[in-house]
């Protein structure tokens, strides 16, 4: 298994321009098959280009940064996803692959294949608790504004990867932003 994390990504102003983009759009997380409080947070994907005070397409950078760090073509990533985490918000043990027995399973896999990567982005560090916690490698890894972290969902040979189980550990002060981006098999339709 794959976990990369890479310093220095995002500049701060490119964050807080993401989130700022983000908060009049937000709406509660659901997650397929969970009960309410299996992830508790707010999300919105990021589907048109976002702006800075430079004229930088943020979603485009963000694209290509993902697409160098795992040399897939940006066809294969699905839009940025944007969460943000109140005091008390998390996301519990999950995988970032879909389950065979999953609702929607061949909806989501006729899109592009399984969830090859994910690419998180950390766009705040000025709270507490909300650590990424790799449960079966037993490594927490610290929030730090304008990081990005990288992990792989499968293995070399495409099968499932369950050694990828993580969770979003609660907030336990302030509020915590991330932005995700999921990087499929082939392109995402």
Known sequence: ??????????????????????????????????NN?????????VLSPVIDNFGVDLNKKIKQIVQTH?????????????VHYEIGGQYKEHHDF????????????????????????YLNDDFEGGETKFIKKDLKVSPKTGKGLLWSNLNEDGSLDYESIHAGLPVISGNKWIAI????QNKFI
């Not at 990369?4 to 997650?31: F, H, R």
């Not at 989501?108 to 998180?120: A, D, K, P």
């Not at 981006?181 to 499929?184: E, F, K, L, M």
């Open 181 to 184: 981006v999921w990087i499929r």
């Open 98 to 121: 879909f389950h065979a027995n999953s609702d929607d399973y061949d909806k989501h896999i006729n899109r592009g294949g399984q969830r090859t990567y994910s690419f998180l982005f």
């Open 70 to 82: 795992t040399s897939l073509p940006i066809e294969n990533q699905e839009a940025i996803h944007i």
């Open 37 to 45: 409080n299996y992830r508790v947070g707010d999300g919105t994907w």
């Open 1 to 34: 298994m794959i976990i990369k994390e890479i310093e220095n990504l995002l500049t701060k102003d490119d964050c807080q321009t993401l989130i700022d983009y983000s908060k009049a759009q937000l709406k509660k997380l659901t997650t397929i098959g969970e």
